[in-house]
């Protein structure tokens, strides 16, 4: 069974501080996804990863593949209200099935 | 447009109650899933159909059945449910089972009374 551990689990900050999310594994995947979620609406793809040692940039949002694709992290730069909700990582298979982190619950204060 | 809907937004039903969730997508996917999300969880897998036909059950009770009429739609039957089986469903889309991205809707959040 692939595991995906993400931490921390809960992260609460005040406006315009910087943070970072991981996802670790000790399974290669072939893909991570980061998701952003608000209450009551469903995950909102953000970022695909692909190739070991990638790293994308979103406006603040800059995420990075592991080398050996077992693990990704999600830096957030100067966060803002807006950026409050749940992050889940979620790594891709073969068959279909995305295994997903257990999420990182982000409130941002003003 | 990676745009899934999902209608009801909302249902409240008794456990005696038979109902149906909607999913529709116009991405020319060829794969669909359902998901149960418990609050501050990350989404369950239910089910998996590809073109169009049931690839992956994860042995989910019988009293949820699923359906995919077309390769746009997908329902999700609900009969005799639990109090239990309140959560959020979502359905997500890929290109094809296997291809990474899954696009979700906005979700039905459930209630059994």
């Known amino acids: 069974t692939q595991l995906l551990e993400q931490s921390p689990q809960f992260l609460s900050i005040q406006e315009g501080e910087n943070l970072t999310v991981y996802c670790n594994s000790s399974s290669v995947f072939s893909s991570l996804q980061w998701y952003r979620q608000e209450p009551g609406e469903g995950p909102v793809l953000l970022v695909t990863?692909?190739?070991?040692?990638e790293v994308k940039k979103l406006k603040r949002l800059t995420f990075q593949f592991g080398d050996a694709r077992k693990d990704s992290s999600l830096h957030i730069t100067a966060a803002q209200p807006g950026d409050t909700g749940l992050y889940l990582c979620?790594?891709?298979?073969?068959?279909?099935?995305?295994?997903f982190g257990q999420g990182t619950i982000l409130t941002v204060h003003p | 447009d990676t745009e899934v809907t999902q209608t009801p937004k909302h249902l409240v039903m008794g456990m005696t109650n038979k109902k149906s969730l909607k999913c529709e997508q116009h991405?020319?996917?060829?794969?669909m899933y359902w998901y149960k999300q418990k609050a501050k969880k990350p989404p369950e897998l239910m089910f998996v159909y590809s073109y169009e036909k049931l690839s992956i059950n994860e042995s989910v009770p019988s009293r949820f059945s699923p359906e995919c009429p077309n390769s746009s739609l997908l329902n999700l039957h609900l009969h005799a449910l639990q109090p239990e089986d309140s959560a959020l469903y979502l359905c997500?889309?890929?290109?094809?089972?296997?291809?990474?991205?899954?696009?979700f809707g906005p979700g039905t959040r459930l209630t059994v009374t």
């Open positions: 997500a889309s890929s290109l094809t089972q296997g291809a990474d991205e899954q696009y």
């Open positions: 990863v692909v190739t070991g040692g």
């Open positions: 979620a790594g891709g298979t073969s068959y279909g099935k995305l295994t």
């Open positions: 991405m020319g996917h060829r794969a």
